[in-house]
């Protein structure tokens, strides 16, 4: 298996530009994680998906971010308008849970390092 | 907030020598995990332990779990310099279903 995929893996935009971040989960895993990381707020869960539905999409900072996950293969992560402080490692994980939440294991991607000038 | 914090914040130590790492939590949880991250890679998966289990060992690594100080360590032994990472907790936020992960440990073996 090719484990998580995400693309691109660097983006460098400008200001007020937008923004797509992509994943692909391993297959099979019914769960999808967007998670952000900085040196200082470390790392963050965005939003997550159980069977392509958003459980929960507290940690989304604000209206100009937002996923989608039209299938079971397949996430965006959108910045728009992207700013400056949204410059972060963007991470994609997958996990197959089939019982208590926090009982599976997440496998990361290779992360999307997004630098908005 | 953060459910579980690390510390040391960094640990620099020498080939061979063992690397002690923990993590304190504040709600109750039914598991703990620990994920290693590699310079630029993405955080990988190292072992789960239970709220009903006490140590766990998986190679070179062993975990344990007091629940009644809500405390976690990780003790690798026998380091070696490609143990060279961050090392994180990671439990579910009470009343969640979110996994939350501490802010790490960056350990450092020196060859």
């Known amino acids: 298996d090719a484990g998580v995929i995400q693309s691109p893996r660097h983006e460098v935009t400008e200001m007020g530009q937008e923004v797509t971040l992509r994943c692909k989960p391993i297959?099979?895993?019914?769960?999808l994680f967007w998670y952000r990381q900085t040196m200082m707020r470390g790392l963050e869960l965005l939003i997550y998906f159980n069977n392509n539905v958003p459980i929960d999409d507290s940690g989304m900072p604000e209206d100009r971010f937002s996923a989608k996950m039209p299938n079971a293969s397949f996430s965006t992560l959108k910045i728009q308008p992207s700013e400056p402080r949204d410059s972060a490692v963007y991470f994609c994980a997958s996990s197959y849970l089939a019982g208590d939440p926090g009982t599976d294991t997440q496998y990361f991607g290779p992360g999307t390092r997004l630098t908005v000038l | 907030s953060q459910q579980g914090e690390e510390d040391p914040q960094a640990l620099s130590i020498q080939e061979g020598e063992n690397a002690t790492m923990n993590c304190s939590y504040k709600t109750s949880i039914n598991n703990l995990q620990w994920y290693r991250q590699n310079s630029g890679r993405g955080l990988v998966h190292l072992i789960l332990i239970r709220s009903n289990e006490r140590e766990k060992h998986s190679g070179r690594l062993r975990v344990t779990l007091d629940t009644s100080k809500k405390s976690s360590s990780l003790l690798i032994t026998a380091s070696r310099a490609a143990d060279t990472a961050s090392y994180f907790c990671a439990t579910i936020q009470g009343g969640s279903e979110k996994l939350v992960f501490g802010k790490g440990t960056k350990l450092t073996v020196n060859p």
């Open positions: 297959s099979g895993h019914n769960s």
